[in-house]
């Protein structure tokens, strides 16, 4: 058994094998596809980001309008509608923690009393308001009827 040799086979190396035209392909287009996932993604996103700055627009001219002190606040009440509140919402919130909320309307302190009192409206009622025997008799009085 010493007299005897053991021979092995000598490896050869195998050359590369080449990646076959069909992975190549199908490597292409899985990339191709995950790119153009990412590009819809980002365009959808940015629509619905000009989607939200449209409505906070037609919103807030809205709000503003209602509420004039609003308009120390407009960048604080978008951040608040682009995260996802309605307008409304926002201003009412701002507004609200920042103690802008409140009457409007002059309060008058009669003398001797404690209660606070809205001065009486001067003018005529609004015609919504009215009646029905109330806007004939604003109209004869116009129309001279009486």
């Not at 449209?54 to 004039?68: I, N, R, T, V």
């Amino acid at each position: 058994m010493a007299d005897e040799t053991i021979i092995e086979p000598v490896q050869t190396p195998e050359p590369p094998k080449e990646e076959s035209r069909a992975n190549e392909r199908i490597t292409q287009l899985s990339e191709k596809v995950k790119t153009e996932a990412e590009a819809r993604e980002k365009a959808e996103k940015s629509s619905a980001d000009a989607e939200k700055r449209a409505q906070f627009a037609e919103g807030y001219a809205d709000f503003a309008l209602s509420h004039p002190t609003a308009k120390e606040f407009k960048a604080q009440i978008q951040e608040k509608v682009l995260g996802g509140m309605s307008v409304e919402d926002a201003g009412f919130a701002v507004l609200g923690k920042a103690g802008k909320l409140g009457v409007e309307g002059p309060m008058v302190q009669p003398a001797g009393g404690s209660a606070s009192t809205t001065p009486p409206q001067t003018g005529q009622k609004q015609v919504s308001d009215m009646t029905q025997a109330e806007r004939r008799e604003e109209l004869a009085k116009q129309l001279g009827w009486t």
